[in-house]
């Protein structure tokens, strides 16, 4: 088939053309109705955020998580998503993949949440409450304190130096956490202490 145009009407049929595509796109036509009818919710509307630290290195990059389910009605939050928080001056809204998959670690089967421990001559762990847990924590280091503390070295010198408990802190913390958990260990007299971060 051959078409014998004029420039001049090739002109005013593409004006024509793009002059119609315009008015359908600010609404004067039914496909603006059409495309709008396929187009989903956005699916965080409805979700709470969350602005959080990422729990698995010591670089503490913000996260921004998003769970459905309001509290103050009683329903149970469920995390729907996680993603890097853009405002936070460590990360500026960028993940590792280890942190880019954090929903599916705290979602998994097999995360521990509540404190467990193995009775001496069990096979099996059992879950204690918190309370229960930390009484132990405390009981243990006051005991081991009290029998092991080396209060003054060979020459005489105060030393106030306990070398048979360790403590290993967490990484995700911030530097504030960080001071405080120092000091506390350090007026302990602890020697052995290091950070997750470093291991």
């Given amino acids: 088939m051959n078409v014998d145009m ?7 049929l593409a004006g024509a053309g793009a002059a119609a595509t315009t008015l359908g796109a600010m609404g004067f036509g039914a496909a603006e109705a059409a495309t709008a009818a396929h187009v989903r919710a956005f699916k965080l509307a409805t979700t709470t955020e969350t602005r959080n630290i990422c729990t698995y290195c010591s ?46 670690y705290v979602k998994a089967a097999t995360r521990l949440t509540r404190p467990r421990i193995r009775r001496p001559g069990a096979d099996h762990f059992e879950d204690i409450s918190w309370e229960e847990a930390l009484d132990r924590i405390a009981r243990a280091v006051k005991d081991d304190r009290d029998a092991n503390l080396v209060e003054r070295n060979a020459a005489g010198t105060l030393v106030n130096r306990l070398t ?36």
């Fill in 6 to 12: 004029s420039r001049r009407s090739f002109l005013k």
């Fill in 164 to 199: 048979t408990t360790g403590f290993l802190a967490a990484s995700a913390t911030t530097n504030e956490t960080a001071w405080a958990t120092f000091k506390v260990v350090r007026s302990l007299g602890i020697v052995g202490f290091d950070n997750q971060a470093r291991v």
């Fill in 59 to 104: 670089v503490a990059c913000g996260i921004i998580m998003y769970s459905r389910g309001d509290l103050a009605a009683g329903e149970k939050a469920e995390l729907v998503h996680i993603e890097g928080d853009a405002d936070h001056p460590t990360n500026r809204g960028t993940l590792c993949p280890k942190g880019a998959a954090l929903k599916s």
